[in-house]
């Protein structure tokens, strides 16, 4: 509880995003903002943000790639790049995410696949296990502390052992570490899980919250999908309420990733959420009053009767929620914990922390610094079928929601969709209204292994060899594009250096 308590009051905040970033500037009562850590370059800060530090506006980065939920652990250099903009920013806590973003590799001696986004981890033991060693490496590489989030999800997994609220209980439990409460997350799985959003939040440690997340969705044919693109609805603050009812959250900040609004909606949305926490506080108040002048009360008459007691009825009106345990108890925490922990804590220290190494190349595998142990092994197995069959058309796993894997099946091809958009804008600009319906299209077929870049260069490499577009002039264009961001091609026996030299022989011939 003592290391929860350095972090202070963050306030209220906003995610900071450059096409805002002016506006964010110029609205008044912004505590502290949220930066997309892997969007921030340490050694050259936007001018925004260095401005905002120098108001004493506090900077979180946010990483969006770390993959603590996968089955391999923390890839050192993604540690690394956390650490430095935690370290530029001068941020008190860094944020990242309980999810899994890639699979396959060497643990299952098949293709490294990268879903392009946050893809929810099975609550189960061997999935708790991973997740809890994955986070004392991360823990132990960073130099802040590190909070991490509940994520929104389409699909459920088969066979799972635990709610929500008692795998983050757990997890809090087993390495301390602090959460960031996504309560628009909890209402898009309370439409797309039929889970409880009241019933996580009686089970999750409130004590550990480090700040929460509220955002706006919409639902289509019965689906909700967290777009962080329109604005913040009733329900999602109807459980700010609820949480904030629960306890005082050090920081509540706003996220809006697309189809930015005027300023003064966005301040508009800033004052719903401090209306929310206002009255939620002023309710909070009254009835911690109200319990403890009724404690009080049974207590005299038990005392008068009974004399002091301990436990028992009495000792459970105390409001003192469970302590997450400190540094110190870590270890003897670990080396006690009877469930499931397949490592001892010791020997999750003495892990380089190059574990986990992964290259994102085409056919690159990831190569683990340690065996894997079977939860691992079993996770990966788990994980890497799931994401080759929403990204690569394979079979569907068995105890999957077919529909539903579909659906997520086209929103992660959308969300690529738009993430190439914006880092090759280019692409949208030459292929004009075919740009979106040709990489829906190409997407299901080519799996994503070498993050947006790569991508984006692998779907114009894709289009020129099939002779598109149609048009000539937008074709010499695409060309000239891909033969600029390609490179020269160093000599190289890999069969993915080979094939990209023979598509520039063909490619330079046309």
């Excluded at 659906?407 to 292929?431: H, S, W, Y």
Aim: proline letters at 9%; hydrophobic letters at 45%.
């Amino acid at each position: 509880m003592e290391r929860l308590r350095t972090l202070g009051t963050l306030g209220t905040g906003i995610g900071w995003r450059p096409e805002i970033a002016d506006a964010v500037e110029r609205m008044p009562g912004i505590d502290w903002v949220e930066a997309v850590a892997e969007n921030v370059c340490p050694g050259h800060l936007p001018e925004s943000l260095l401005r905002l530090r120098e108001r004493g506006i506090t900077v979180v980065p946010h990483g969006v790639s770390l993959g603590l939920g996968g089955a391999d652990r923390p890839d050192e250099a993604r540690l690394t790049a956390l650490a430095e903009r935690a370290e530029a920013l001068g941020s008190p806590l860094v944020t990242e995410h309980i999810a899994f973003v890639r699979a396959g590799g060497a643990l299952t001696a098949s293709p490294l696949l990268e879903a392009g986004h946050l893809l929810p981890v099975p609550r189960t033991r061997d999935a708790l296990d991973v997740l809890c060693e994955n986070v004392r490496i991360a823990q132990a590489a960073l130099p802040v502390p590190l909070a991490v989030e509940n994520i929104a999800a389409l699909i459920s997994w088969p066979g799972e052992e635990m709610t929500e609220g008692q795998f983050l209980y757990d997890l809090v439990e087993r390495t301390g570490v602090r959460l960031l409460i996504d309560v628009a997350n909890l209402h898009t799985n309370h439409v797309n899980r039929g889970e409880d959003p009241a019933k996580a939040l009686d089970e999750l440690p409130v004590e550990a919250i480090a700040y929460v997340h509220v955002a706006g969705g919409f639902e289509r044919d019965g689906v909700w999908h967290d777009s962080h693109a329109h604005p913040v609805p009733r329900p999602v603050l109807d459980i700010l309420t609820d949480l904030a009812s629960r306890t005082t959250p050090p920081g509540v900040l706003l996220e809006r990733d697309e189809n930015f609004p005027e300023p003064a909606e966005l301040e508009r949305e800033l004052g719903a959420i401090r209306e929310t926490l206002e009255k939620a506080g002023a309710g909070a108040s009254a009835g911690a009053a109200r319990a403890a002048t009724r404690a009080a009360a049974e207590l005299t008459a038990v005392g008068a009767i009974a004399g002091p007691r301990r436990g028992g009825a009495v000792a459970r009106t105390t409001t003192t929620p469970p302590a997450v345990p400190t540094p110190a108890g870590r270890q003897a925490e670990a080396e006690t914990h009877t469930t499931t922990a397949p490592r001892a804590e010791a020997e999750v220290r003495a892990a380089p922390r190059a574990a986990g190494t992964e290259a994102l190349s085409a056919a690159s595998t990831s190569t683990p610094a340690a065996p894997a142990d079977p939860a691992r092994q079993r996770l990966a197995l788990a994980q890497a079928a799931l994401l080759s069959a929403l990204v690569a058309g394979t079979p569907v796993p068995e105890g999957f929601d077919r529909v539903r894997l579909g659906v997520q099946a086209r929103a992660l091809a959308a969300k690529r969709a738009d993430v190439v958009a914006k880092v090759a804008p280019e692409l949208p600009e030459i292929l004009a209204e075919a740009y979106r319906p040709a990489f829906l299209t190409y997407a299901p077929g080519h799996p994503m292994t070498g993050g947006y870049r790569r991508d984006a260069l692998d779907f114009a490499e894709h289009l020129l060899l099939a002779g598109r577009p149609e048009d000539a002039e937008a074709r010499r264009r695409l060309r000239d594009w891909w033969l600029e961001r390609s490179g020269p091609t160093p000599p190289s026996r890999h069969p993915a250096a080979r094939l990209a030299r023979a598509t520039r022989r063909v490619l330079l011939r046309r």
